[in-house]
């Protein structure tokens, strides 16, 4: 039998298919660019260089082999780097500590390989565009903040992000003017370079050869890599966990894990898989965590989906999931090759690069920011909110403050999502409009409300609920068909106390177009007591079946009541 499936759809993401050649180039440009960005990140974490090399080895190979975004590059970013070093400080850990840095990673491996099993991936959708705008706003400010000294020689006086930046400026007769020089020859070689369509993807590659070498050549009196660290010509070394650690890293792991795999979901929202596949966020989820558990046994700091070097692999041509892995395979080549070397990158050239990164994340969100501004006053402020906490506290509280701001948000425009309608019969169908105030008498009134059930939903739904004092001869049908209500434990309890309120005025309630798995529910708990079984008509294929159903029941109640009230007039 003759296949006609397109090739395109028979490539799958699920094996690691066969490498190409764009796959190879994509991976060595990955891995060049790799070299200065991984050591740039470690520095304004306060880390050794050489960890964030090999941050870019182990855990990117092993990510690019699980992910299912085929194309997102696995390693350390600037977001990642700032917040494990606020973890690490918090937790009373020096962040020199391989130890203590090899248990950090491996538990937040752990988490997110939890998140990824219990499919939990949707959960990142619900982190707002409002806190995501602000937080990464604030971490641009803080990159900017932290590499004040590599780029002007000076070291501020101040705890603060803010504060960092006022009194470097505040005493800018204080910078060294070699390494003031350096930095911003590096910063105008990344601009002219960006301008060079064939070279812009390698801008920051080149900008740091072109600068590093001359001054490296002159001996300038500026601090160099290996003035802080030296990096051997050797594979990762393997390191072992501080078990003793993880009581103190334990809450601290999770903020890193949610930081990572923020960044991670906007990435595979953002790129589309080459094989035209779909991306799963919650087996991304697992991908980054294995990659942390092996990469913290092999000196690896915390990693997650880099949009940076994601863009970069794509611009070199990037085909499928190899090219990640031979960026890791090609990252260790170089290190082994010429690691010494990278000793003699001036740290100022480095500052230059950070800048520059710290400005491209601004840039990057400004289009996010002018939205979230004009979008509405509670959004701005959570943006404000959520930036004012990256730059003034402790990152890991800063993101329980944004998760916490997202789930206010979320709630808040829930809240205001439920509107309740009254169909009317017009001719062989039926119409929306607006609800009456007060039930009608000596009709069944047909009620729909749209909206969720969480705790304001409710009370919005017993808000909007008509008026029935003084209301004679009526029923109400009210329609579930097509409403996102949740049957929760608020919700049942609310319908119980208005069919109870109905009847105490004499006024039947029939519920139509109910899900099958709701109307097991209501007979579970036993809210049928007061309602009735014969009173909930469950939803069919046909759009209208339920609801002509329910309307003659209704019907036929009215009937009901009538009859038996002429029997039995008040007063006889």
């Not at 960092?164 to 003031?180: M, R, T």
């Not at 309740?420 to 000596?442: F, I, Q, Y």
Request: hydrophobic share 50%.
């Amino acid at each position: 039998m003759t296949d006609t499936t397109p090739p395109r759809r028979r490539r799958r993401t699920g094996g690691l298919g066969r490498p190409t050649g764009r796959d190879v180039v994509s991976g060595f440009v990955t891995g060049l660019f790799s070299i200065p960005e991984g050591m740039a990140y470690a520095s304004i974490g306060n880390f050794a260089a050489p960890l964030g090399l090999w941050s870019g080895i182990v855990p990117t190979i092993i990510g690019s082999m699980f992910t299912r975004t085929v194309l997102m590059v696995t390693t350390l970013t600037s977001a990642i780097a700032l917040t494990s070093q606020s973890v690490l400080t918090a937790a009373g850990l020096d962040p020199g500590d391989l130890g203590a840095i090899a248990t950090l990673t491996v538990m937040v491996g752990v988490v997110m390989l939890v998140m990824g099993v219990l499919k939990l991936g949707s959960v990142m959708s619900y982190v707002s565009t409002a806190v995501m705008t602000g937080f990464t706003t604030g971490i641009a400010l803080q990159i900017v903040a932290g590499v004040i000294h590599d780029a002007t020689g000076y070291s501020p006086v101040s705890s603060n992000t803010v504060g960092k930046i006022l009194n470097a400026l505040a005493n800018i007769d204080q910078w060294q003017l070699a390494s003031v020089l350096v930095s911003t020859a590096t910063v105008a070689v990344w601009v002219v370079v960006r301008f060079i369509k064939p070279l812009r993807s390698l801008a920051t590659l080149v900008a740091l050869i072109v600068v590093t070498v001359p001054v490296a050549l002159l001996g300038l009196d500026v601090e160099y890599v290996s003035d802080i660290a030296t990096i051997p010509r050797s594979l990762p070394p393997l390191s072992l966990p501080d078990l003793a650690a993880i009581p103190g890293l334990a809450t601290g792991a999770v903020a890193v894990a949610l930081v990572a795999l923020a960044q991670a979901a906007g990435i595979s929202a953002a790129v589309s898989n080459p094989d035209g596949s779909r991306s799963d966020a919650s087996k991304d989820f697992t991908a980054q965590g294995l990659a942390n558990i092996a990469g913290g046994f092999f000196s690896a700091l915390p990693t997650g989906g880099s949009m940076s070097r994601t863009g970069v692999a794509m611009s070199a041509g990037a085909q499928t999931r190899w090219s990640g892995i031979f960026a890791g395979l090609w990252l260790a080549l170089i290190v082994l090759l010429v690691g010494p070397f990278a000793g003699y990158i001036p740290m100022p050239v480095i500052g230059g690069l950070m800048i520059v990164i710290g400005g491209e994340l601004v840039v990057g969100r400004w289009p996010d920011i002018v939205l979230v501004f004009r979008t509405s006053a509670l959004s701005a402020a959570a943006l404000l909110v959520t930036f004012v906490a990256t730059t003034a506290l402790p990152l890991q509280q800063a993101i329980f403050i944004g998760a916490g701001l997202s789930i206010i948000l979320s709630v808040v425009a829930l809240s205001r999502t439920g509107r309740m309608l009254e169909v009317v019969r017009d001719g062989d169908g039926w119409v929306v409009e607006n609800p009456p105030e007060h039930l009608p008498s000596h009709r069944t009134t047909v009620l729909h409300y749209t909206g969720g059930s969480i705790f304001a939903e409710v009370n919005r739904l017993q808000e909007d609920w008509p008026r029935v004092d003084g209301t004679t001869d009526a029923a109400i049908v009210l329609s579930m068909r097509g409403s996102p209500m949740v049957p929760s434990a608020t919700f049942l309890k609310a319908l119980d106390q208005i069919v109870v309120d109905l009847r105490k005025e004499g006024i039947s309630l029939v519920l139509c177009g109910v899900p099958p798995k709701f109307a097991e529910l209501l007979t579970r708990t036993g809210r049928l007591t007061h309602l009735g079984p014969e009173n909930v008509v469950v939803e069919t294929p046909r759009l209208a079946e339920s609801l002509e159903t329910a309307y003659e029941r209704a019907e036929t109640l009215r009937a009901q009541a009538r009859n038996e009230a002429s029997r039995n007039p008040k007063g006889s």
